[in-house]
């Protein structure tokens, strides 16, 4: 079955707690997303990814399931959730759910049976070993809490959680275990919804030897327990029995993974994923996680996203993004905060005009910034509480950390959604679960919905321009001034169309020269992101400040 049309997708990304609350108790949920169905269509969006938003003990904020196949109260019910993806399909707009299978909740009813005994129908769904020397069976350490072996005294054995403690992983090495998984995709399939964004799933197989790692604070193991030996057969086995049965399409987060791997997965014949979530752009300002920070790089940025484009061209397809939940706001990341509105409308002109399928995630498109917390007491996420933990043991002070977790942290991105000027920035009549950030009066969807030169305002021109000319969708990337720190360059080709996109990621005025075989005029100007059009001539920009400039040649 075709299912290309996922190339022409723009997704909206939703976190649902905290996007808007429509009963009043301080959590955002479905009835919320009801009532803006038609504001998230409006952006030129036609497809919204909702994190998962199935019952869970929230140890990590719903990435620990303990009901595949309903609905959390929090968020409404089945039925609710029904009328979203009816209602979704009436607008025109696809509905991908958040498959998480590399883990369930400790609180799932498979967990609670198989920590019982070595001998129930539940037993081998998780990784069970025996300990070693009065100790876990290996040095892994998770990602999010701690070792990664916790102790059961009911089976005087250790279970395996590669991120906290409350998310046990599934041992998909049993086929039992893959057949739930295949259960839970035809249950959301049947029931209307067009795909998913798989969850960390490249670590579904691990090393069948438990091998010591590499030691390291968090992560110790990570090399044997993300891509092990059956990985690409239970793949194939959920894309044969399933995916390639329904008209829907799959994109896969997968930590670890260069442009040239993601080939394995996306290309060919045996193409398990439509698409993969890269990770490299995402690290141009840290060392392997947003947490250890480094300047921002513009040379690492644009590395990486040339990788993506020219590896994969004409062989397999990109997912495009610079926002999600697990990362603070780009603005504050890649931009300037003193610049808001240039360096957020400029991000997205660099991001979203190059080939693949752009995912934005809620407040991206009004320009949401970090949030500044001014307690530890205030977070409330096991991955930050987590790394205040390994950072006190290299000595960190408390104080220095919240330092580092307002800059480094994702909840930065969790904080909710700003509606309006009015309380709590419009997004629930009730006390938010989680502080509003209290920029929320001048940044808002009310104040930039009346502001036609708004970043939001600029998000809904640049996805018209790019879904009316598709040399920004399927074009061949390549970059110009690739050396250059403080200007990303790059052309788009399609048959007779040709596009340049220019951006300044300079906080001061920039010199631009045109490439060889360009002009600059402004007859050719299709997007600009200042209320007037760059100033130079056929040859050459004066840029302002993160000033952004698209010319497109039919
Ligand atoms: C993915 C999710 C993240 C979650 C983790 C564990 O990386 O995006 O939010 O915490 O997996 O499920």
């Known amino acids: 079955m075709s299912n290309e049309w996922y190339k022409e997708l ?37 497809a919204i990814w909702f994190s998962p938003i199935y019952p869970s003990p929230n140890a990590d904020w719903g990435y620990d399931v303990s009901d595949y196949k309903d609905i959390h109260p929090d968020f409404g019910d089945s039925d609710l959730f029904k009328q979203v993806v009816d209602e979704a399909h009436k607008r025109d707009m696809k509905i991908i759910m958040d498959l998480v299978v590399n883990h369930t909740s400790s609180e799932h009813y498979w967990f609670k049976e198989s920590r019982k005994s070595r001998d129930n129908p539940y037993s081998d769904y998780y990784i069970w070993k025996d300990g070693k020397n009065g100790g876990p069976p290996n040095n892994w350490t998770s990602l999010f809490e701690g070792g ?27 086929p039992k275990v893959r057949e739930e998984v295949k259960d839970i995709m035809r249950f ?28 390291l604070p968090i992560a110790c193991g990570i090399e044997h327990y993300n891509k092990g030996p059956n990985l690409m057969k239970y793949l194939k086995e959920f894309r044969e029995d399933v995916i390639d049965k329904y008209d829907c399409f799959v994109v896969a987060e997968s930590p670890m993974t260069g442009a040239k791997d993601a080939l394995r997965f996306t290309s060919g014949d045996d ?66 905060e003193e610049f808001r509105d240039e360096s957020g409308k400029m991000l997205a002109t660099a991001a979203f005009l190059m080939s693949g399928t752009p995912f934005i995630y809620q407040g991206q498109e009004i320009g949401m910034v970090n949030n500044k917390l001014d307690s530890l007491d205030e977070f409330k996420d096991v991955v930050t509480f987590n790394n205040e933990r390994v950072f006190r043991k290299f000595g960190v002070s408390k104080k220095r950390y919240l330092k580092i977790a307002n800059k480094t942290s994702r909840e930065n991105s969790r904080t909710p959604v700003q509606w309006d000027s009015s309380a709590n920035a419009g997004f629930t009549t009730g006390t938010p679960w989680f502080g509003v950030n209290k920029n929320y009066r001048t940044i808002n969807v009310a104040a930039d919905e009346a502001d036609p030169f708004s970043v939001l305002n600029y998000y809904r021109k640049l996805f018209r321009l790019r879904q009316s000319n598709k040399v920004f969708i399927y074009g061949k990337y390549k970059e110009h001034f690739r050396r250059n720190k403080k200007l990303y360059c790059y052309e788009m080709t399609r048959d007779k169309d040709r596009a340049l996109i220019v951006c300044s990621f300079s906080d001061k005025n920039l010199h631009f020269k045109a490439p060889k075989g360009f002009s600059l005029d402004e007859e050719f100007i299709a997007l600009y992101n200042y209320p007037d059009k760059p100033s130079g001539d056929s040859d050459e920009l004066f840029l302002r400040p993160y000033e952004a400039a698209v010319f497109l040649y039919k």
């Open 10 to 46: 723009v997704v909206y990304q939703i976190w649902c707690r905290s996007f808007r609350d429509g009963n009043g108790d301080g959590a955002g949920d479905l009835y919320g997303v009801l009532e803006k169905l038609d504001y998230i269509k409006s952006l030129g969006v036609n």
């Open 148 to 174: 990664a072996w916790e102790y059961v005294p009911e089976r005087d054995q250790y279970y395996m959680h590669a991120f906290a403690k409350g998310q046990p992983d599934l041992n998909m090495d049993n």
């Open 188 to 215: 959301w399939l049947d029931m209307g919804v067009d795909g998913f964004r798989e969850d960390v799933i490249t670590f579904i197989s691990k090393d069948p030897d438990f091998p010591n790692g590499f030691p």
């Open 271 to 336: 193409r398990v994923f439509d698409m993969m979530i890269s990770f490299d752009h995402m690290n141009a300002d840290c060392f392997m996680t947003d947490t250890i920070h480094l300047p921002f790089s513009l040379k690492k940025f644009k590395k990486a996203l040339g990788a993506w484009q020219t590896k994969l061209y004409g062989k397999a397809w990109n997912a495009l993004y610079i926002e999600n939940h697990d990362h603070p706001r780009v603005i504050s990341r890649y931009g300037s």
